[in-house]
Each structure stands twice: as C-alpha cells, then as structure tokens.
C-alpha cells in the first residue's frame, strides 16, 4: 500500500523522526531552516499531511493557496492560534493538537518565570556571570517570597491544573478564572473567580494558562495591570499576544509590579527589547515544552493522531 506523504516543518527528537520514516514517504527538514510563506504553500501542494509546529503560520490565505491536496495538519504544539481554524474546517482540512503530554513541563517552566521574577534571577544571573558581583550584605539583592503568597490562574484547563499543583507545593493559596467552575476534586480547594476583574485583586502572581483567541487577545493591559495587587507578579508561558507589552513595561516600570517571568512574547522569535532592558523581568525564549520527554510526547501524540486520521477514523486530538 502507497504510504501517504508527510511533511515534517520543523526538526524533531531522532525516535519521531524514525517512527515518521517507517510509517509516511516523509519530507524532513534536515537543516531545520524557517519556511516562508510561500515556501510552506510549496511544500505543503506535495503532500497529503503536515505536521508543523507554531512556528508555521496557516491563515486563510496559506490554507487558500495549499489547494485541496493537503488533508490535515497534525500539530507539534498544544496551541493552535497559528492556524486559521475556520478556514481550515472551510477547506475540509483536518486539524489536530497534542493536549496534556506538556502540560508538566510548562508548568515546571511556569514555577521557573515565577521564582526567576520573584528572586530577581535574571539580575543576580548577569550578576555572576559578569563579573560584576563584589558586594554583599542583607540588604542586597531582596525579592519577594511566594511562601503563603496567592497564586492566580488564568485558564485552569490542563497546564493550569499542572501549575496550581505545584505552586501548592510552595505553601501557595490557589485562585482561578475560568469559562466553568471545575468539580470539587479537580478544583482541589482552589478558589473559583467568576470575572476575571475578581481574579486580578487577589493574584499576588498572576500565571497565565489560556489560549489566545480574537476575544483575549491583550487581555491583560493597562486597565486589568491596574486591578492587579500593587507589587503583584505577572507569568506568562501561554501566549505573547494575551498582553500588551506596552502597558506591561509601563507596569514593570512604575513600580505597580515586582516583576514579570516571560517565557512568551509576541514577536518570536527576538522578544521585545523594551522587556529586555529591564532589570525586573526573567525572559526565557519559548521553551515551555522542551524537555526531551515532553519532546518525545508531543512528536509521538502527533503521529498517534495521523495515524488514526489515515486509518480512516477522527482523531481524538482534532480541533477542525
Ligand atoms: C505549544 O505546544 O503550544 C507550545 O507553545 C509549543 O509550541
């Protein structure tokens, strides 16, 4: 039987790649070079199935121009904002995601934004490593304990059960927002908020753990900066475009917040240099969900859900 062709964008673990080679005639990408726009459209007319990561950007007019050759796009990624849905489901392309195998990792780099910012581990960092450290006393270099501290989650889907988990772990009060208050046994004692406005006036950290759409986009600005407790800490590992990395660096700046632990921005790769140029903010480059098992997880979930698809059935994972 003719194996169906498979593209592969970006480079993955050496065992999701062999796994890939066995199963599909797949396209690799040795080099694991950026595609273009136009380049992606290329590759993706060869095949029947691509497995991106967020990396490759599949908006209306890619999906457009594709043509009706390609029948599903199994994502490297839980996050799907980088694919046009609508026109994906429009096109009569299936659309797969690679939910819970990260939700560990992000929440361990979650807990890593939250103490980078709250124990100044970016300036003690560049400290060290410079040369610059030849001064101590107990007046240096003091942050701010999360013992006892609140932890506010917005988004208590997977990874934010993951991060309340752990941020129990040190001795932190857990509230939440969310579309639904979750059953007692998953909500575990955590404190539900029905508005987000109510979240923000007891989030002493605030984590973020949604998913980007049109309607949030930016959610956290200069009025909801505001409504946050004076000093509070801001963690982002979701998505960069949740913020306005404007009014962030207004907030960092003035003092209305200790600091922020930025694993996600929304120019990426780079970041943002007006973050970049302050002492307070603990800047990570998107790397959530890299860990070599999480990596594993992630190829192997998208091939599970290729296969499925070329078995003829629906993907548990579809979501288009
Ligand atoms: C995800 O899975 O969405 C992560 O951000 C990595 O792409």
Redesign the pocket.
Known sequence: MTKPKLLITRKLRPVVEKRAARDYDVVLNHDDTVFSSEELISACRKVDAVLP???EHFSAEVIEAIGPGLKIIA??????DHVDLAAAKAAGVVVT??PDV?SDA?AEIAMLCMLGAARRGAEGDAMVRSGQWTFWSPAFMVGRQVTAKRFGILGMGRVGQVAADRARGFGMEIHYHNRSRLPAHLEKGAIFHNTLESLLGCSDVLSLHCPVTVDNAGIISARTLALLPDRAIVVNT??GALIDEEALVAALTSGKLFAAGLD?FRVEPVGNPALAALPNVFLLP?I??ATEETRDA?GMRALDNLDVFFAGEDPGDRVA
């Open positions: 990561c967020h990396s994502n490297h990624s839980v996050g799907t995601n690679t990260l992000t979701a998505r996600v998107h959530g969900s992630m």
